[in-house]
């Protein structure tokens, strides 16, 4: 299944429309961001970095977050997993219990 047709099944199962947005930061560990919002959900991944060949694999496992109804968080790498942090809890590492794996 081609990108474009997986973002619209997920659309038409979470019954909102999906703006995904690729984005370039100089957080190294920075892989991308969820926003749940009550009429729409916007997709921010990064889709270029060095040596990695992310792009449509990460964008998957975001669109597979938002198809099981996660809620809006952040999504970084480290030690070569996927963390996932919700908006709620920050990203202040100290907070005990602040990050997840996915």
């Keep these: 299944m081609d990108i474009d047709a997986r973002i619209a099944q997920v659309e038409d199962e979470v019954g909102k429309p999906i703006i995904v947005r690729s984005v370039s930061t100089p957080e190294r560990e920075f892989r991308g961001y969820v926003e749940v919002r009550p009429d729409a959900i916007i997709i921010e991944y990064v889709e270029e970095l060095p040596g990695y060949f992310w792009g449509y694999q990460l964008l998957e496992r975001l669109l597979e977050w938002v198809e099981a109804g996660g809620d809006s ?15 709620d809890a920050g990203i202040d590492e100290d907070t005990e219990g602040s990050t997840q794996s996915q």
């Design 73 to 87: 968080a952040w999504f970084y790498a480290k030690n070569r997993e996927l963390i996932r942090i919700p908006v």
